[in-house]
């Protein structure tokens, strides 16, 4: 850890939370104002601040075939490209939403310029797949697949497994995605799998979360600001209460039904089904 430390700068430090925020508004503000110099400037301020990060996922690939400060750049660009997709207003970390981004970087570099022959990237993504899929198909059946159905298990075509089957075998002894780090089992692809959620559950949620700011931008002010200061702010009953000038807790929860009746019934009638 410490040669990568040294090349990521350890003078520079992690930003907090609000510092990471407010860099990551102000980076969106310049790119809707069209300031070029702005957006550089920041998108390097970031990426400095956030070198200790990527230096730390770069260290554990250390050994499979590159430099650790070629890791370290590649992974660099892979924050840098999670920067220009990133939105601080869907309230996430930018540093955990760019960890995915950097490790794809840095194990899709591995795999391209690792090795002695060249194997492009989608083929030995289907290499896995096949390895995986044969795998699962032993400890099922006791016995090998055969390839109708490794085509169904991994929905490549017979053409496809050919190919991807040789392009393994051409590659020969490498770093594997599937070899095991350490006595619990864990593997290479469990240290770069997203630990979020699925994408389909961010975006219902993403759709929840829009539905729900439509339905609050209709309600009264101070209803409104109850329904924000419990949900969005987590502040308790009595705090709400102390903001709205003195309402008691009973009062505050009144509110708050009146509130999510009111929402709830603006949804029925926009044809959104509420669940319990």
Partial sequence: ?????????????????????????????ARAAGDGPEVERLRGHLLTHNLRLIARHAQR?????????????????????????FDPSRGWR???????????AIH????????????PVHMLDAHHRIRRATEAARTRAGREPTAEELSNATGLSQDKLTKATAAGIAAGPTFSLDRTIDGDGATFLDCIRDPGPPADEIIE???????????MAGLPERLR????????????????????????RERVRQLQVEALAAMAAEARRRGFAIGG
């Fill in 1 to 29: 850890m410490g040669e990568a430390l040294r090349y990521a700068g350890i003078r520079h430090p992690v930003l907090t939370a609000a510092e990471e925020r407010a860099a990551c508004e102000a980076l969106v503000a």
């Fill in 61 to 85: 690939f250390a050994g499979r075939g590159l430099p650790v400060e070629d890791l370290i750049g590649e992974g660099s660009a892979g924050f840098l490209r999670a920067l220009d997709d």
């Fill in 94 to 104: 930018l540093s955990t939403y760019a960890s995915w981004w950097v490790r794809h």
């Fill in 108 to 119: 899709r570099a591995i795999d391209d310029k690792s090795r002695a022959v060249r194997v």
């Fill in 205 to 215: 949620t993403d759709r929840r979360e829009a539905l729900a700011r439509q339905l």
């Fill in 225 to 248: 600001t109850v329904i924000r200061q419990r949900f969005n702010e987590g502040r308790t009953l009595e705090e709400v209460g102390a903001a709205l000038g003195g309402y008691s």
